[in-house]
């Protein structure tokens, strides 16, 4: 089993940062990925990126290409999502997930262990 442990959202003005951080409680395996999805209220979770344990290949959404960017740091299992440029319709719940397939890392079924989110408000 692996737990995983979100922080660092909050509230931001439109064109702010956030940062977020995800804390495993152990080591996951090298092949899989993790990543970052989010959920709006009323809406269906949405893939927003994602990286290789191993080679550290990323992979984004394209709304968020050229403003995230996401980091892993294998040794101490974190997962890092820098966030610059916020705008109101980031406002969501984001949740790290970790054990996901490079084949469908678009997927949240894709993935085995899930955070319990923190919530990102970016005010207009």
């Known amino acids: 089993q692996v737990q995983l442990v979100e922080s660092g959202g909050g509230w931001v003005q439109a064109g702010g940062s956030l940062r977020l951080f995800c804390a495993a409680s152990?080591?996951?395996?090298?092949?899989?990925?993790m990543g970052w999805f989010r959920q709006a209220p009323g809406e269906a979770r949405e893939f927003v990126a994602a990286?290789?344990?191993?080679?550290?290949?990323?992979y984004y959404a394209d709304f968020v290409k050229g403003r995230f960017t996401i980091s892993r740091d294998s040794a101490k299992n974190t997962l890092g999502l820098q966030m610059n440029k916020l705008k109101p319709e980031d406002t969501a719940v984001y949740y790290c997930?970790?054990?996901?397939?490079?084949?469908?890392?678009?997927?949240?079924?894709?993935?085995?262990?899930w955070g319990r989110g923190t919530q990102v408000t970016v005010s207009s």
């Open positions: 997930a970790a054990e996901g397939t490079q084949s469908g890392y678009r997927a949240y079924l894709s993935y085995s262990y």
């Open positions: 152990t080591r996951t395996c090298s092949r899989s990925l």
């Open positions: 990286i290789s344990r191993s080679s550290g290949t990323t």
